[in-house]
């Protein structure tokens, strides 16, 4: 894995290095998380708003529903 320098104000490094002390884990290791952590709450935000459109439009939204109903008939196939 490289490694690359990143600038930080001081204020995320104390908290950073507040949070080290506090878990045992490295610096990196909690940046690296907190990335993840950023992208995963992009991604459900980005669905939450596509879902929020999806909703506005109310032919669409009828459709969704519909194709949903259709795949729920799925469930009842008896199968272990």
Do not use: C, F, P
């Amino acid at each position: 894995m490289g490694v690359r320098t990143v600038r930080i104000s001081q204020e995320a490094h104390s908290r950073l290095g507040r949070l080290k002390d506090e878990t045992g884990r490295s610096m990196t290791d909690l940046l690296d998380d907190s990335v993840a952590r950023l992208e995963e709450a992009l991604v459900i935000e980005r669905m939450n708003e596509g879902y929020a459109a999806l909703r506005a439009d109310e032919s669409a939204w009828a459709e969704e529903r519909a194709e949903r109903e259709s795949w729920d008939a799925t469930l009842a196939d008896h199968l272990d």
